[in-house]
């Protein structure tokens, strides 16, 4: 069998010492980098989005030392390894990298053989780990889900006016942050004809109101209403089938869904309705982020302006929103640049006008799925990366 590749991160606050790490790995088979990062915080960011196996962890960083992030790190995403490296060779030193859960400690500049063996034999730990932990999440089949007490980020998708692309955003999005060790769950909080499931192809053979009549409301009972979608990390809340169902939900009855999805998956993604109703309002208070599709005509823009400023009035954290402009093309009579300059920003990510996207939902297949190589597609790859950043940067 294929062996497993062992996917390190390295981080150290100075670039050259970054540069020679990754010379010295990048030829080893079985051995693959994936990232680097300067600082403690960033280095936690990084662990988050990239869930790499080893963690190569200078101690001297300027935020905080290497020594606590570990700890957060080993506390957050319990599957990965750190290796210390650090110019002390002191006995103390080691000790305190044990206490944070540390899987070794190697003194700088390590011997290329010690280093790799190390690397090695961390990297068969964290497999071995990582599979551990799944087998105790299927077999207690509270399946996916991130490691223990890592609470997962909630994406909500809404603008003010309808047609304007949430649910195609939001069902692309969902697979795009597909990654190893990562589960996804879209949310169709549009309770009145909500559309996620046929933009994914999905039969909602369970929806939301499945869980109205339950005795109690728990991951294991959530479990059995989430329907798979083509992809395997990839699983949806359907919106109840009959439109006068949406009456029955209640507000702390959907927050509390939210809360457990969260416990459930490393990112909830939400399509949501145009107006401020109840779904649509719960999620954007349950939000870690804010998507809001634009579109260049002037009545769009200021309605979402207006929207952004009432939500922001009534306690939204301004910084929780992105504007995304979609179905842009270069000839529209309003540029990226003047729109972005409209909302105060420097520049807005921009989605292209692509002749693929009514096909693609007509066939429920996501372009971000089958046809990655798109424009529409490859923009939203971009928006994923964004997003990435952007909601592990919050928990500095
Ligand atoms: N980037 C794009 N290029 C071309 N067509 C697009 C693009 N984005 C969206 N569309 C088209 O716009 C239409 C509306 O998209 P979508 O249903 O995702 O919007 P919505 O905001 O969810 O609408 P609703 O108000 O019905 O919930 C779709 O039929 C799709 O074909
Ligand atoms: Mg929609």
Not at 43 to 55: S, T, W, Y
Not at 196 to 224: K, S
Request: net charge negative; with cysteine; proline share 5%.
């Amino acid at each position: 069998m294929e062996q497993e590749v062992i996917r390190v991160l390295i981080v150290d606050d100075i670039a050259e010492t970054r540069e020679n790490l990754r010379r010295l790995l990048q030829f080893e088979r079985g051995v693959e980098v994936v990232g680097e990062a300067g600082s403690a915080g960033e280095a936690i960011r990084r662990v988050g989005e990239l869930k790499p196996d080893v963690v190569i962890m200078d101690i001297n960083l300027p935020d905080r030392t290497g020594l606590e992030a570990t700890e957060e790190i080993r506390r957050r995403f319990p599957a990965t390894q750190v290796i210390i490296l650090s110019v002390q060779d002191e006995r103390d030193y080691m000790r305190r990298a044990m206490k944070a859960g540390a899987y070794d400690y190697l003194v700088k500049p390590p011997p290329i053989d010690e280093l790799l063996s190390v690397v090695r034999s961390a990297g068969a730990e964290a497999h071995k780990e990582r599979q551990r932990l799944t087998d105790v999440a299927t077999s207690s089949s509270v399946a996916l889900g991130t490691g223990p007490g890592t609470l997962g980020k909630v994406i909500v998708i809404y603008g003010p006016r309808g047609g304007v692309g949430r649910t195609f955003i939001a069902s692309n999005l969902a697979f795009a942050l597909q990654a190893p060790d990562t589960a996804i769950v879209l949310v169709d909080a549009k309770l009145q004809f909500g559309d996620l499931a046929m933009f994914t192809d999905v039969q909602p053979r369970h929806t939301m109101a499945d869980l109205l009549d339950a005795d109690t409301l728990d991951r294991e009972l959530l479990n059995e209403v989430l329907l798979p979608t083509s992809a395997d990390r990839v699983r949806l809340l359907a919106s109840p089938l009959a439109p006068e169902e949406a009456e029955r939900f209640t507000p702390e009855f959907l927050r509390q869904i939210f809360e457990l999805l969260k416990q459930m998956a490393d990112y909830v993604v939400v399509d949501t309705s145009c107006m401020l109703d109840l779904g649509t309002l719960t999620a954007l208070e349950s939000a870690d982020l804010i998507l809001m599709p634009l579109i260049a005509d002037l009545p769009a823009l200021r309605n979402a302006r207006l929207a952004m400023h009432v939500l922001i009035g009534s306690g939204l954290d301004p910084e929780k929103w992105v504007l995304v402009l979609n179905r842009y093309h270069k000839r529209s009579a309003l540029s990226a640049d003047r729109i972005a300059n409209y909302f105060k920003l420097r520049s807005i990510l921009t989605i292209p006008e692509d002749d693929k996207v009514l096909a693609s939902i007509n066939k429920g297949q996501p372009l971000t799925l089958r046809q990655r190589n798109s424009p529409a597609a490859r923009s939203i790859f971009q928006l994923a990366r964004v997003v990435r950043e952007r909601v592990w940067q919050t928990e500095d």
